[in-house]
């Protein structure tokens, strides 16, 4: 294929609202007619762990044709300049645009790029170096790295999912989303298990919805694309668009890796438990002696099952854990607040009490080291009694532990899902990705 431009952008919102999927959309409204989509928009989410993120610490790009990244640049500047002003950005958060040309997804120094910002903390420089070295076009600030991690996301042969989420309209911004959870549930279970973390059959609610006056009214994930616009009939309110992703999400790709334990990176870390302590409100903290030291594992209340078998650890017990590391401690332990647990091994132990008498039955109390048990009752008395071992039935088996669906974090994958890879790049039809249901 010629002339493939990658456009991509982050940071695109401010605190008074929008959000950079949203801007996506509408940039992608104004240059349709233009060009040619090789792949579908993408919405690339990075560290989960970073504390400056606005919500899911989400970019995007397009991937397409068209013979003047010039051009295309000048009318992404003029639009995101238009779209951060009644809304200007706070002042720590400032939009990126990168604009590539080429493969620029099989490119090693733009996936090494992204991969690091998967599960890991990248500066600035490091972004702009690489801009600056590969000669690219690019605005902004801070978005830069956002921006140019999503460049080198999502190449072939790489997991992904898909997003399809509906926008609304300005005027209902700040007010309730009206989408039928009862309709949300039956489509779900019309569909093939394809369906990914759209419903908490727990908490018995749907998890499409977010909070908050961003132009969201909802997000339905998946692995079967053209299978996700059946929720459209969930919807009980107008939507402005809608708008196809393929995503990251749910894929779990490249996010944790076996490396030291640095705060705001994200690990797979393993080893013996060797505390546990449940905390009022119902969390847990594990103590881990793992190759890096000890460290405290947070499981949180609201993980659910994560946070039911972490309850039933034991010291000795062998456990891998994937978490992302806090700036913080418990006692005098780094934290690590885990996402998913595999228990590897179940310390099997025995728990001594004292006999019971053999002439009335009661219980025996020890005359000291190896001097034989009396019963306080009757009196009967022997040196020849022991203690007796039980071996404790434990109800933690091996396996993996994850939260419920419908509480995944973005970027996990279902336990059992199959994800699909692409091989090749193929034009897509915008007019099935994109919709407009009504004009502001
Ligand atoms: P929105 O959904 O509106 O886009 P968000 O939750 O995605 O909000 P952003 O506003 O995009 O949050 O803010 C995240 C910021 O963190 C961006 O400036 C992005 O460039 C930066 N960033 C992303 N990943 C990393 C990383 N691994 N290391 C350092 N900075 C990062």
Redesign the pocket.
């Known amino acids: 294929m010629e002339n493939i431009i990658t456009i991509s952008f ?4 401010s605190q008074y609202g929008g ?3 949203h801007f996506t959309g509408i940039f992608l409204h104004e240059i349709k007619d233009k060009i040619k989509l090789i792949d579908y928009p993408l919405l690339v989410r ?2 989960p762990g ?1 504390p ?8 995007t790009a397009l991937r397409f044709i068209y013979d003047d990244p010039k051009e295309i640049f000048e009318i992404a500047k003029n639009l995101v300049d238009e779209y951060t002003n009644p809304r200007p950005p706070s002042p720590n ?1 400032k939009p ?1 645009i990168v604009i590539t040309q080429g493969n620029v997804w099989e490119d090693e120094n733009f996936k090494n790029f992204y991969k690091k ?1 998967l599960s ?3 500066l600035l420089d490091e972004a702009i170096n690489i801009l600056e070295k590969n000669k690219v076009l690019y605005y902004g600030g ?6 140019t ?1 999503a460049q080198g996301s999502l190449g072939l042969y790489e997991p992904y999912t898909f997003e399809l989420i509906f926008y609304r309209l300005p005027d209902n911004w700040n007010k309730d989303r009206c989408v039928r959870d009862d309709l949300v549930l039956k489509i779900e279970k019309s569909l093939p298990a394809c369906s990914i973390n759209n419903y908490d059959y727990i908490k018995e609610k749907t998890s499409v919805k977010p909070n908050g006056p961003d132009p969201i009214l909802s997000g339905f994930r998946g692995s079967c694309e053209g299978l996700l616009w059946k929720y459209e009939s969930s919807l009980c309110e107008t939507p402005h668009f809608a708008l196809l992703f393929r995503s990251n999400q749910h894929t779990s790709y490249g996010l944790f890796n076996d490396a030291h334990p640095y705060p705001y990176r994200n690990v797979e870390i393993e080893g013996y438990v060797s505390n546990i302590k449940i905390l009022p409100k119902g969390h847990v903290i594990v103590s881990l002696n793992t190759k890096y030291g000890m460290f405290d594992i947070s499981f949180y209340k609201d993980t659910g099952p994560l946070n039911e078998a972490a309850k039933l650890l034991v010291n000795g017990d062998y456990i891998k854990v994937q978490g992302s590391v806090r700036p913080y401690f418990y006692n005098s332990n780094p934290t690590i607040s885990a996402y998913s647990m595999e228990v590897i091994y179940v310390n099997q132990y025995e728990k001594e009490f004292s006999p019971r008498c053999p002439i009335c039955g009661s219980r025996m109390k020890s005359l000291g080291h190896n001097k034989g048990y009396r019963c306080e009752k009757c009196g009967f008395e022997s040196k020849y009694i022991n203690k007796l071992k039980i071996k404790i039935d434990r109800k933690l088996l091996p396996g993996i532990y994850m939260p419920e669906t419908g509480e995944l974090m973005h970027l996990q994958k279902e336990k059992y899902i199959q994800l699909p890879i692409l091989t090749s790049l193929n034009y897509v039809n915008i007019n099935q990705i994109f919709k407009v249901y009504a004009n502001p």
């Not at 400056?52 to 970019?59: E, I, L, Q, V």
């Not at 801070?142 to 921006?147: H, N, Q």
Request: proline share 0%; net charge neutral; with cysteine.
């Open positions: 982050d940071d695109i919102d959000c950079t999927t990075l560290n970073i400056w993120k606005t919500r899911g610490n989400a970019s958060k990126g910002a890991d903390v990248v801070k978005g830069l790295i956002g921006a991690a």
